[in-house]
C-alpha cells in the first residue's frame, strides 16, 4: 500500500497525522505519527538500518513497541494499517 493511499484510509478512521517536534521529545529526528483521537496512542514508521519499522507509542506511559520490520515501504503501511484497523474495532467494543 502506498503512503498517499494509507493516510487516505485512516482518515476514514479518524487518525491524523502529526509531528514529533513538540508532541513527543524524545525523538532526535523528526517523525510523523498517526494519532488516534480518542485516546494518546500514536503510530508510526519510520527508515533504519534498511528496514522500515513499524511501531505503536503509547503517550501517556511512553512506551514504544515496534510491531514489525519490513523490506519496503509499501509493505511497511500495509501491516501498519492491519494492525490500526484492528485496534480500532477492538476499541470500539
Given amino acids: 500500500?502506498?503512503?498517499?493511499?494509507?493516510?487516505?484510509?485512516?482518515?476514514?478512521?479518524?487518525?491524523?497525522?502529526i509531528y514529533s517536534e513538540g508532541v513527543l521529545q524524545n525523538y532526535k529526528q523528526q517523525r510523523e505519527f498517526y494519532k488516534l483521537s480518542q485516546n494518546g496512542v500514536f503510530f508510526g514508521?519510520?527508515?533504519?538500518?534498511?528496514?522500515?519499522v513499524?511501531?505503536?507509542k503509547d503517550s501517556e506511559?511512553?512506551?514504544?513497541k515496534m510491531?514489525?520490520?519490513f523490506k519496503?515501504?509499501?509493505?511497511?503501511?500495509e501491516n501498519l494499517y492491519k494492525v490500526i484497523k484492528n485496534w480500532d474495532e477492538?476499541?470500539?467494543k
Fill in 1 to 17: 500500500m502506498k503512503k498517499l493511499e494509507f493516510e487516505s484510509k485512516i482518515g476514514e478512521l479518524g487518525l491524523r497525522k
Fill in 45 to 52: 514508521c519510520y527508515f533504519s538500518k534498511n528496514e522500515y
Fill in 54 to 56: 513499524v511501531f505503536f
Fill in 61 to 64: 506511559r511512553g512506551i514504544e
Fill in 67 to 69: 510491531i514489525g520490520q
Fill in 72 to 77: 519496503t515501504e509499501d509493505e511497511a503501511y
Fill in 90 to 92: 477492538e476499541h470500539k
